[in-house]
């Protein structure tokens, strides 16, 4: 009998071949016992068996058990216990039987009288032929059962009676001859089988030898298991047995309570009954198995058994890999199986089916691997785990080494079965690899098997992901002209080829279909019909169908979510996808772990940062290790978001979660650090960057670059700049950017020039962006000639400068003494709309300082034409030029233009004409200006007292002077260079020179020399 666990086809299997190996048992020797499923005649194999099969008896069981877990497990245990432990029951103990068919040499063989149905091939007909043996070796006479427990009752009632023994001989057979056994006898006779009267009276008077221990055994189970647990020693000393290991076995095995069993192994240890009895052993393994009592297990493993020159065998193994696989213990399982390898103790079929089958149900490729190689290389080769292992594959999506399966069954000519048949089906199915598929459908076909409804849904499934709807469609109508029933299965098949073919009216169709048929829908229907309203960008129609699973009942997954967010991205409706997760949550939906890639995109996409990290730390809390790319993009949204703990709490969970970060993330953690001032947290990560990686990218030098540049560290920058020359990268146009900008900032002109001219020389094209960048940065650094050159080249070029490049350009003419260039330019600029206001009033300064009143004036009406109207920068320019001038008049009436225009001075404008007035020795009028200037809320500045305390000098009033410079203090402006100069210049012309020498010493007290 070739049988396994759960998935585990026993196929063909003949009834007289295990009738015969059941009345064939007995007679075999208890070392030729082979302790299996597979037991074998062993008569037949020497050629010493007499039995032969009679005409009309024979019966074919067929029964496939399909991955159906306990149920498969628990009915093959139960036929190889009941073989195992009962073998000497079964057979020669029934002489009820009369009926004997002869060979050719006369020598009569029993047949059993078992009611088993030629025409009825089902499980339960076979299961009913073993429970028919069962009952027959377990006939029992009730009156014997009264009278042995009256008898034990009253032995333990009383102490001064003797020791009843149990197992008592009884000298007439006929008192066993119950009513029952003549009912059987006539079944017999009903079934052909009958026995004439007087083989009935010679078996009533059998030899009492022949039927006591038997009959000892059996009472002494009913009195173990009709007595309180405390009795079991006293039935057990008391009992006439021999207790020889088939009997220990026998009653081992048929106690009813677990806990009684496990008294009397204990009593059967003590006394010596276990030694060398391996097969007591195995019983209670099974036993402690179902107890998942695994400790006890390990230690008569341990000791116990050599303790009693007991070594386990094959059975002892698989019995213990099946509790562990009832128990779902697949750890246990593995150390079991690893054990038999380590003692020696070959695997059969059955051990690699069932861990093989534990493996596919708990998804574990790599185990399952190693016991699959395992067996190929021991030569085992069975079906059965070529389909386990196709199952497990097809289920973890490795179709390839599905495929792989498939062509190694090949090599090894492994002929499949139907369920391996079915199983490559799905294997090319799910692929969508059609001619593989039709293939095999067509060999199933051929071989006179029928596909059935999985075979069918199978190639419905492969017709779909090859979007050939039309053919999916003509299977279902050969399925029904087949009087195949079509399930939930196969409409959800024909719904999923309509989504990948995008029929939505179709598939509406079948899904009505499906309601007719009162068929609930799936989860996954669901999800296909949102997805194709997406694709029609039909929002209402996703609502509808959302309303329609909560009145079914279907909870939505993350499958539902994915869709609708896809359908809602797909219809461009991103930012609308929150109500949509209020309706699915209003359905029952609740956030899970499959849900939370999905959810994080959403909150992204939406820009909802906060909700993105809540998800992101339930992710790591649920154990879930983020994608990189999803971390990146967190972190880039925190960036942006300026959230900056965040965007830490991400990158320390991606390290501790074994995620390591790709270099555009550990660069852009560098740029956050540095934006909130972590310069330490960015120095640590770069060079930690730099050490791992053999050549870094040169984008983490630009970052850190700009990290040192936003943190006013120019030393920091220009240090990394150096280090690239050491690492022999050649800077960038970012690079080259970054260096200037911060070279501007810092005020570090030759550090500026050598860029530039570095700059020039190199590789790096001069465009649009760098020429502009230039121009901003260099300006006055670098000769008036080569800016004049750089922006005629960018002219010549066709670049467009930028507003800021025109203005730095006008001003830069300005101050060279270059009016008239600096009006070509704004000329330029308002050819190409770039002039503002600023760009008129940097003219307006140039004049100024030209001190170019007609063109001044000009280029300020120009500006007021050019609808700028007047700022306030270009009339302080034209003050200061009118007021340097000495034309107070003109002075006067700019600033009646000014109040005519609604414009305040500001702190320039008070500074230039306290600097007017001083120069024209307007003390009156300077100090009247300094208190309005109080009053308007304007504060003065260093240059505001130092012009007024340098009037005061000029005017010889050094005691003025001196206050001014107190009034100065006492406003908490501190002094510079100018000031005390002023003071000892002062007191030198007053002819003081004891004062202007001790001005001078504070001058160098405060740190400033001459």
């Given at each position: 009998m070739a049988a396994a666990a759960g998935g585990i086809v026993i196929g063909d299997l003949r009834l007289r071949e295990s009738l015969h190996a059941l009345s064939c048992i007995s007679r075999s020797s208890p070392s030729e016992f082979l302790p299996s499923c597979s037991h074998l005649c062993l008569g037949r194999s020497r050629g010493s068996c007499s039995w032969r099969e009679r005409s009309g008896t024979r019966a074919f069981v067929t029964v496939q058990l399909r991955e159906t877990g306990n149920f498969s497990e628990g009915l093959l245990e139960g036929i190889t216990q009941g073989l195992y432990s009962d073998k000497d029951n079964l057979g020669n103990g029934h002489t009820e039987r009369s009926a004997h068919s002869s060979d050719g040499d006369g020598k009569g063989v029993p047949s059993l009288d078992i009611p088993f149905p030629s025409c009825d091939r089902s499980m339960s007909s076979y299961i009913q032929a073993i429970g028919t043996l069962q009952e027959k070796r377990l006939i029992s006479n009730v009156a014997d059962t009264l009278t042995i427990r009256s008898q034990v009752d009253n032995s333990l009632n009383v102490e001064e009676r003797p020791a009843i023994k149990v197992g008592g001989r009884l000298s007439k057979r006929n008192i066993y001859t119950t009513r029952q056994q003549h009912r059987i006898v006539d079944s017999g006779k009903l079934n052909g089988y009958g026995r004439d009267q007087k083989t009935i009276k010679k078996d009533r008077y059998v030899s009492d030898s022949a039927r006591d221990p038997k009959q000892k055994t059996l009472n002494l189970i009913k009195a173990l298991d009709g007595f309180p647990n405390n009795s079991t020693d006293h039935l057990l000393e008391n009992s006439e047995l021999q207790f020889s290991s088939r009997e220990c076995a026998f009653i081992l095995n048929s106690l009813q309570s677990q806990d009684r069993a496990l008294e009397a192994f204990q009593w059967m240890r003590e006394t010596g009954k276990t030694r060398g009895n391996v097969y007591a052993y195995n019983i209670m393994f099974k036993i402690l198995g179902a107890r998942h009592e695994w400790s006890k297990i390990d230690d008569f493993l341990g000791g116990k058994m050599q303790e009693d020159e007991c070594e386990p065998d094959q059975y002892t193994f698989n019995t213990l890999i099946m509790s562990a696989s009832k128990a779902n213990y697949v750890d246990y399982a593995t150390i079991t199986f690893q054990l038999m390898l380590q003692t020696g103790v070959l695997p059969s079929i059955l051990t690699y089916s069932m861990m093989l089958l534990l493996y596919q149900r708990h998804r574990k490729v790599a185990e399952a691997e190693s016991v699959f190689s395992h067996m190929l290389n021991s030569g085992v080769q069975a079906v059965v785990a070529y389909s386990v292992m196709i199952a497990?594959?097809?289920?973890?999506?490795?179709?390839?080494?599905?495929?792989?399966?498939?062509?190694?069954?090949?090599?090894?000519?492994?002929?499949?079965?139907?369920?391996?048949?079915?199983?490559?089906?799905?294997?090319y199915g799910q692929q969508g690899k059609i001619e593989e598929a039709e293939r095999i459908m067509d060999t199933v076909e051929e071989s006179g098997m029928s596909l059935g409804l999985v075979g069918y849904n199978s190639m419905i499934t492969a017709y779909g992901k090859a979007c050939l709807y039309d053919k999916a469609a003509r299977l279902v109508e050969k399925m029904r002209e087949e009087d195949l029933v079509p399930d939930s299965i196969t409409y959800s098949c024909m719904i999923g080829a309509c989504g990948r073919v995008g029929k939505l009216k179709e598939a509406l169709s079948w899904f009505a279909e499906m309601k007719r048929l009162e068929i609930k829908p799936a989860s996954s229907n669901f999800n296909t019909l949102i997805s194709l309203y997406g694709k029609a960008k039909d929002v209402e129609g996703i609502v509808r169908v959302i309303t329609e699973m909560k009145k079914y009942g279907c909870k939505p997954d993350w499958q539902t979510l994915d869709a609708a967010v896809r359908a809602y991205d797909r219809a461009g409706l991103i930012k609308d996808v929150t109500e949509i997760l209020n309706l699915l949550r209003d359905a029952g939906w609740v956030e899970e772990t499959g849900s939370y890639g999905t959810l994080l995109h959403v909150y992204l996409k939406c820009n909802l940062p906060k909700e993105a990290l809540r998800i992101f730390l339930a992710m790591?809390?649920?154990?879930?290790?983020?994608?990189?790319?999803?971390?990146?993009?967190?972190?880039?949204?925190?960036?942006?978001?300026?959230?900056?703990?965040?965007?830490?709490?991400?990158?320390?969970?991606?390290?501790?979660?074994?995620?390591?970060?790709?270099?555009?993330?550990?660069?852009?953690?560098?740029?956050?650090?540095?934006?909130?001032?972590?310069?330490?947290?960015?120095?640590?990560?770069?060079?930690?960057?730099?050490?791992?990686?053999?050549?870094?990218d040169i984008f983490a030098y630009n970052v850190m670059i700009n990290v040192y540049m936003r943190c006013d560290m120019p030393e920091g920058a220009i240090k990394v700049y150096k280090l690239m020359e050491e690492d022999h990268l050649l800077p960038d146009a970012y690079t080259y950017h970054s260096m200037l900008r911060m070279c501007q900032k810092c005020n570090l002109p030759a550090q500026a020039e050598e860029i530039y001219w570095r700059l020039r020389n190199s590789d790096v094209e001069l465009d649009e962006v760098m020429c502009n960048c230039v121009l901003n940065t260099c300006a006055k650094f670098l000769p008036l000639e080569e800016m004049h050159k750089l922006f005629q080249e960018m002219i010549d070029v066709g670049y467009v400068p930028y507003n800021i490049t025109f203005n730095v350009m006008i001003d830069l003419y300005g101050k060279a003494g270059m009016p008239e260039r600096a009006h070509k330019a704004l000329k330029l600029a308002q050819q190409f709309g770039s002039a503002d206001k600023i760009s008129f009033s940097?003219?307006?300064?140039?004049?100024?300082?030209?001190?170019?009143?007609?063109?001044?004036?000009?280029?300020?009406?120009?500006?007021?034409?050019?609808?700028?109207?007047?700022?306030?920068?270009?009339?302080?320019?034209?003050?200061?030029?009118?007021?340097?001038?000495?034309?107070?008049?003109?002075?006067?009436?700019?600033?009646?233009?000014?109040?005519?225009?609604?414009m305040r001075m500001d702190l320039a404008s008070y500074n230039i004409l306290i600097n007017t007035y001083g120069k024209n020795y307007m003390i009156a009028e300077m100090e009247t200006l300094f208190r309005t200037m109080q009053e308007e809320?304007?504060?003065?500045?260093?240059?505001?007292?130092?012009?007024?305390?340098?009037?005061?000098?000029?005017?010889?009033?050094?005691?003025?002077?001196?206050?001014?410079?107190?009034?100065?203090q006492d406003a908490g402006i501190s002094p510079d260079r100018v000031t005390y100069m002023i003071l000892v210049s002062t007191f030198e012309r007053a002819g003081n020179i004891d004062e202007a020498a001790r001005w001078c010493l504070r001058m160098s007290q405060a740190g400033y020399t001459r």
């Open positions: 497990l594959y097809n289920r973890e999506g490795l179709f390839e080494k599905s495929e792989q399966i498939v062509t190694e069954m090949r090599r090894n000519n492994v002929t499949p079965d139907r369920d391996n048949w079915l199983k490559q089906l799905n294997t790591r809390k649920a154990g879930m290790a983020p994608k990189e790319y999803m971390c990146r993009s967190l972190i880039c949204t925190f960036r942006d978001a300026e959230m900056f703990d965040g965007a830490k709490s991400v990158f320390k969970e991606m390290q501790v979660a074994g995620v390591t970060p790709s270099l555009e993330s550990s660069c852009t953690m560098i740029y956050v650090y540095g934006m909130n001032g972590d310069v330490k947290e960015a120095e640590g990560l770069f060079h930690s960057l730099r050490s791992s990686v053999k050549r870094l940097t003219l307006v300064h140039a004049y100024a300082k030209k001190q170019d009143f007609p063109n001044m004036e000009a280029a300020l009406w120009e500006m007021q034409n050019a609808g700028y109207g007047s700022s306030l920068e270009a009339y302080n320019s034209i003050l200061d030029a009118y007021g340097k001038a000495g034309q107070m008049e003109k002075v006067s009436d700019v600033l009646a233009r000014m109040e005519n225009s609604g809320g304007v504060v003065p500045d260093r240059w505001t007292y130092n012009t007024i305390i340098r009037t005061y000098g000029f005017a010889d009033y050094p005691d003025r002077a001196v206050y001014w410079f107190k009034a100065m």
